[in-house]
Each structure stands twice: as C-alpha cells, then as structure tokens.
C-alpha cells in the first residue's frame, strides 16, 4: 500500500490537521474510512497498549494473522487487512493531539466540527470516489453519533463500535452517580499524546516521527493549550444541565446507514449508548449487533472484520456483499463458559419477550413471580449489599433485552447510592463471571441510581427502562422511604437448569471478591467494574453515603426485578 504521513488537512479557522492515509498501490478513486481521536496516529498497538494487545492476539492468533501488525493501532482498523480489499484508510490527529496543533479539548463541539471538515475533505481528493464511512471503537465511534448528526453531505455510513452517546448517562454520571473514568482516562490516554510533548514523548517506529509533533513546549504551554478536561468539570455538574446538554447530539438527525455494534459486558461507558443510539436513530437503515468478550478483541477478530466489510462494502462501493439479506438486529446469546451463538432477531427488545416480575421476599431473602410483604432489612452501605436469589433453574431460562427494578428506600441521611447488581451462580455455589469490555470478571449486569436523582420523565420511561430527568434533586427526609425505579443496562445470559440467579442490594460499587486481575498495564483494580468506579468523595461524602439504607416490604409497593424473558423455541 501507499502511505501519506501528515497529510495536512486545513480547518476553516486556519489550523492544519494531520493525517496519515494508506491507500492502495493502484490509482482510482476509493471508498475511505475516516477516523479522529486524541490517541496518536502514530502510536502503534503493540507499543501504546501492548499488555492488551499481547492478551488479544494470545487469545485470537487470527488476528495478527494476514498482516505486519505494524500499523495497527488502538481502536480503529488495521489497514493491512483492508486497504487490499480497496479502501482508503484515513487516521486524523484530532486538534490538539498528537501531531496536529491546536486547543486540545476531547470529544468537544471543536472536534466535531473538525470531523465533519475532514470528511469534506476526504470526499474532494483524487483518490476518493466521494463515500466516506467512519469505523473504530469507542472514542472512534462516540464521535461518529456527533458528526452524523450534523449531516456531512459525503459521510454514507458509520459503524459505531461500543461508542456512548448520552455523556451524562451513559459516561460522566451513573444514575447520577459520578464515574472516576473519565479523569483517570484523560491522565491516562490523552495528556501523553498532546501536540508539543515532542521530545518527551515517543517516536512512531514507523517513519521516526515524534507522536507529539515537532516541537517541545513547556508544561505551562501545555497547559494553556487544553481545555479543562471534561471528567474535572462534571464534578461542578451533577445536574444534566445546559454543559451536557451542548454535548448531547441529536441523533434523530442521522440519516445515513448505521451499524450499532454493542458489548454485553460493556457495563459503564458504552453499551447503552449503542442500544439507545440505534433506538432514536432517524437512519431509515439500521442494524444492531450485540457481543461479548473484550473492548477490542470482536471488532479485530476475522468475524468482526467480515462483518464491517460486508456493510461498508455495500454502502460505500456499491459492492453485492449480502448485506441487503442482514437482519436488524443480530445478537450473541451467552451462555457461561463465554459461550455464544449468533441469533438473528427483526427488532430491540425482543417482540416475544414475556415481562416478568420478580418480586423481593424479605423474610426468605428470594426472588419469585409472588409479591411479598414483611420486616424492613437494613443494610451496610459500606459492604456487600443484600441478595435476593431465585431457586436454582429447573430447566433452561433465556433472559435478553433490557431490565429494571422498583424498590423502596429509605436512608439514615438525605441521600442513598443505589447500586445493583444482577449475577449467576453455578450449581457449586462459584458466581459465573464474563470477559467484559474493560475488565476479565464481570457479572451479568449493573445499575445505578442517586435516590435524590428519582425523579422520572414520564414521556420517555418506559417500564423496561425507567428514564429520569436528572434535573432537580429530591433529597430525602431521613428515615422516609421513597419508591426508586431503577434502570439495569440490557444484558443477555441463557441460565442453564442448576444454575441460581440473583439480584445484589448496594451502596457502593460492585466487587466480585476474587481480588485483582492484576494486568500490569491497569493502574486501577479489576475487581468486576474495570476503571467506572464511583468512589469520589468529594461527590459521595462518607457522612452521607456512608451509613446504612433500609429496604422496605409494604403492601401496595412490593419491590420487584422486571426480567426480559424469552421464551423457549420449543415452548
């Protein structure tokens, strides 16, 4: 293939971004895949992320198979395994970052307006047949809900890989609950790659460029050239106020062809946004896709490539790749061991799905289609939680779609921190755990909820999936209790006959027990969340979220789990 360092790319306020682009050897005009991040175009996999990269190709040797491996980077395609089958493949240094200059200011109003310029501009050069797509994980696909919402007139499709779309709900505040990722993930993966670390930071071993640009600037430059991350300020925003809502895309607007592609265990940043995206879409052509596994592993695994292919493909070179027969929606149905097969359903959520309620006995500490009243439980806010269990499955049960809980709370102070936890354990008693997104050992799904946060919006809650407003907040009157509905991210397990279901009660983060993953490039712990934790206490001051809650039985406000079964094909 032919490569183009630093292509430079001119933005209308005068700043020159820089690209690299491979294209294939051949002249013509190509479909491109354009993507744009803070990550460092010339940061190869192996060098910036190789404890995962090593964990990746040690698990799926396909992966490294077909290609050098030397221009696959974090998160976005390698183009060995696509440039051959005539795309362009564009990586952008987003403003600010790596080796184009500028304001840096992640996943800002700026950079999305940068990106649709770069597509503009992808679409005029001579080597582009004007179709431009977007692919990549995370960063690389959340700012694909963003420019398609604006409407580039050459973007023709994107592929959103586990990317958020509601920075509120899906990343900065849980429930309203704040997550430590994003200040952990700004120090991590973006400060080394500013424009101007020149010197200080590496070189690509590519072509012997410095990552960070030419020049060497001062920490005091440095700093004067980046916006205040945005993790820092939605400390001083725990409301979804107006700094969310500038945030927010529209994606009623996207029009263009789109591939949602979520991750069960994806719990805390991602996959809610691609079910929820996918949901208020205004693409008269949509597809979801569901799977397990880690955060990069499915999309570089030859399944995962194949799939993008044949949409991209069609789309974007007019190429008959079968796509027309893809169904709407195509789920991995998990099964413990990670097992899964692939299943092809026509809607989100499930038509056939049988709604059941599980009500909370509290004098058995069960989980039954019987509503139950008895004594209040209090519980540590600091600890384990309460779990409420099902009888072990007397025959296979399918649960897949999304999940919810009532309770009824109350609290020794003016405010409760709401954290559930849905697991399985096997017939010896050991909890089944998941490879997730961002971290080894998941359970089956999480929720959150601030019990000063309850409040709902009536047009959008649904009862599968309460939708607070997140606008005002209701403190409580100690001691009162107050009926919560919960949102639980969708999840998909098949419960094998032996196995138990449960539902786990907290007030603080879920933990597995089993101690570190102990991956030596994580500076957090792996203990069932990965790095979406939610300990701040300058958010949850021991004084207030630090005591103990109590669950209440009364008659006419029983507490329930509403789970999304599916019925058996032979039922």
């Known amino acids: 293939m032919r490569i183009l360092w630093d292509a430079p790319i001119p933005m209308s306020d005068g700043v020159v971004l820089r690209a690299d682009v491979f294209l294939p050897q051949a002249p013509g005009r190509y479909a491109a895949l354009i993507s744009y991040g803070a990550y460092g175009k010339g940061v190869p996999m192996q060098v910036g992320y190789k404890s995962?990269?090593?964990?990746?190709?040690?698990?799926?040797?396909?992966?490294?198979?077909g290609s050098s491996n030397k221009y696959m980077n974090w998160e976005v395609v390698d183009p060995e395994k696509w440039v051959p089958d005539d795309f362009v493949c564009i990586r952008v240094d987003s403003r600010g970052a790596g080796r184009s200059p500028g304001v840096l200011d992640p996943t800002s109003e700026q950079e999305t307006r940068d990106l649709y310029e770069c597509i503009e501009w992808a679409a005029a050069q001579p080597w582009s047949n004007g179709k431009i797509g977007m692919n990549g994980i995370s960063y690389y696909a959340t700012n694909q809900w963003y420019v398609a919402a604006l409407r580039p007139p050459h973007l023709a499709a994107i592929c959103v890989w586990e990317g958020f779309v509601d920075r509120y709900r899906d990343a900065a505040r849980h429930g309203g609950i704040?997550?430590?990722?994003?200040?952990?993930?700004?120090?991590?993966?973006?400060?080394?790659?500013?424009?101007?670390?020149?010197?200080?930071?590496?070189?690509?071993?590519?072509n012997g460029e410095l990552v960070s640009g030419p020049e060497t600037l001062s920490d005091e430059e440095l700093a004067a050239n980046r916006a205040e991350p945005m993790s820092n300020v939605a400390l001083d925003h725990p409301l979804d106020d107006e700094f969310y809502a500038r945030r927010r895309p529209d994606v009623s607007r996207i029009q263009v062809p789109l591939l949602s592609a979520?991750?069960?265990?994806?719990?805390?940043v991602h996959p809610r946004g691609n079910f929820e995206g996918y949901l208020a879409a205004g693409s008269s052509q949509k597809w979801l896709e569901v799977h397990g596994d880690s955060h990069f592993s499915p999309f570089y695994r030859a399944e995962g490539v194949a799939l993008q292919k044949r949409f991209l493909g069609h789309f974007l070179q007019g190429k008959d790749t079968g796509w027309d027969r893809q169904p709407p929606v195509q789920l991995q149905i998990r099964r413990p061991g990670e097992h899964f097969t692939i299943r092809d359903e026509q809607e989100w959520p499930l038509a056939r799905t049988q709604w059941t309620k599980y009500y909370l006995n509290p004098s058995t500490r069960t989980l039954s289609t019987t509503s139950s009243t008895g004594a209040n439980i209090s519980y540590s806010t600091m600890g384990d939680g309460i779990t409420?269990?099902?009888?072990?499955?007397?025959?296979?049960?399918?649960?897949?779609?999304?999940?919810?809980a009532r309770l009824v709370v109350s609290s020794r102070t003016v405010d409760a921190d709401i954290f559930l936890a849905l697991r399985l354990f096997a017939p010896d008693g050991k909890?089944?755990?998941?490879?997730?997104?961002?971290?080894?050992?998941?359970?089956?799904?999480?929720?959150?909820?601030r019990a000063s946060h309850r409040k709902l919006d009536e047009a959008k809650s649904l009862p599968y999936r309460p939708y607070h407003t997140h606008d005002e907040l209701q403190p409580l009157v100690p001691g009162e209790p107050v009926v919560l509905d919960i949102e639980i991210l969708p999840t998909c397990i098949v419960v094998p006959p032996g196995y138990t279901l449960a539902l786990n009660i907290r007030g603080c983060d879920y933990d597995h027990g089993l101690g570190d993953a102990g991956f030596t490039d994580q500076p957090y712990p792996m203990t069932g969340v990965g790095p979406f934790r939610h300990a701040e206490p300058r958010d949850r001051p021991p004084e207030i979220f630090g005591g103990e809650n109590t669950l209440h039985f009364d008659e006419g406000t029983e507490p329930f789990i509403l789970l999304p079964i599916i019925p058996s094909e032979n039922a």
Request: glycine share 14%.
């Open 262 to 268: 979520a991750n069960w265990g994806g719990m805390g």
């Open 431 to 449: 909890e089944v755990l998941f490879i997730g997104s961002n971290d080894p050992r998941v359970p089956i799904a999480l929720g959150w909820l």
């Open 388 to 404: 409420f269990t099902m009888p072990p499955a007397a025959e296979e049960m399918e649960i897949t779609g999304p999940v919810a």
């Open 52 to 65: 995962a990269y090593d964990r990746m190709v040690r698990a799926y040797p396909d992966i490294a198979e």
């Open 178 to 206: 704040y997550s430590q990722f994003g200040a952990g993930w700004f120090g991590r993966q973006v400060l080394r790659i500013q424009h101007g670390y020149g010197e200080r930071g590496t070189r690509n071993p590519n």
